[in-house]
């Protein structure tokens, strides 16, 4: 196998001809099934490096690729330095073995002075395997930092985003008694062993989540838009499919928080009076983002889907 390493390098491409596009969402499937994720096979990405399997009957497998990495700027800066989110698959019978570094090291030759955050999905089952348990992330050990997300929201680069949805509610570090929000331990587990072992090879670190929870209402309900906005806050939703809104913004002015107005703001969209087509809503939180988290899940909303950002 190492023979075939020798023999191949990742080329980088800024755009891909249809039957790469092809090809990488063969790859991207195949590595769904083998880890129980839902990874859009349709990558967007600003470039990417592919290791092509130009000699099948050596690699033993049939698929044209044998990995990817897919890489996008997202315009915005981590101590002066550009980020750029990377999604990387590698076939699930040649991992281990390398392929993976060889389009990491290509990466950091062609862009040497960026920060590179990688995007992991939670697979969606499968979390009672026997390979996952040597990974534990909880600690009972109060000073121990590993395993605990931060309770900076460093990753957040406008300040509407940390005003809305993702981070909603507070608006310093401290609550209104005076007590810093208590952090959430990073579910066990929470990326696949062989992902996370690779990853912190290269010292990357996990720097925070983002959820996806739902809630089925009691009865369907019309789409309010912007209608439930009032004195205390803002609330914005928009369809999201047939039957589901996404909750898009959640705001409580400065002046009126901590006194129950989030919820209520909540509550308001679940028992609208208008009936309608809608029987759920989902809405995206930061695991960074303590308050709303709690409050959601007070409210009943459950974790559907869960994506996990390390950062190198």
């Not at 697979?123 to 121990?144: K, T």
């Amino acid at each position: 196998m190492f023979v075939i390493i020798l023999s191949m390098e990742a080329e980088l491409f800024k755009e891909l001809e249809d039957n790469d596009r092809a090809a990488v969402c063969e790859l991207v499937n195949e590595c769904n099934l083998a880890d129980h994720t839902n990874y859009d096979t349709d990558l967007d990405g600003d470039f990417y490096y592919i290791v092509r399997n130009d000699d099948k009957e050596e690699s033993g497998i049939d698929s044209e690729l044998i990995a990817v990495l897919s890489g996008y700027f997202l315009g915005e800066t981590i101590d002066g330095k550009k980020v750029i989110e990377v999604e990387a698959f590698t076939h699930p019978v040649m991992r281990g073995i390398g392929f993976f570094s060889m389009c990491y090291n290509s990466l950091r030759d062609d862009f040497r002075d960026v920060k590179i955050k990688f995007m992991i999905k939670k697979p969606l089952f499968g979390f009672d395997d026997v390979s996952y348990e040597h990974i534990n992330f909880d600690s009972d050990d109060e000073s121990e930092t590993e395993g605990f997300l931060c309770e900076c929201d460093s990753h957040n680069g406008s300040e509407s985003d940390s005003s809305l949805c993702q981070g909603a509610f507070h608006g310093g570090s401290e609550d209104q008694n005076g007590e810093k929000p208590f952090r959430i331990k990073a579910p066990v587990p929470f990326v696949i062993p062989d992902t996370y072992e690779t990853l912190t090879a290269i010292s990357a670190v996990h720097v925070y989540d983002e959820l996806l929870m739902e809630k089925v209402l009691d009865h369907p309900i019309a789409d309010p838009g912007d209608d439930l906005c009032c004195k205390y806050g803002e609330v914005h939703l928009t369809g999201y499919d047939k039957e589901t809104l996404y909750l898009y913004g959640l705001l409580v002015y400065d002046k009126y928080l901590g006194k129950g107005h989030g919820k209520a703001l909540m509550k308001a969209v679940e028992n609208y009076e208008k009936p309608g087509k809608y029987k759920k809503i989902l809405l995206q939180v930061s695991s960074n983002n303590v308050i709303a988290h709690n409050l959601y899940e007070g409210l009943g909303y459950v974790e559907t889907e869960r994506i996990v950002y390390m950062m190198v």
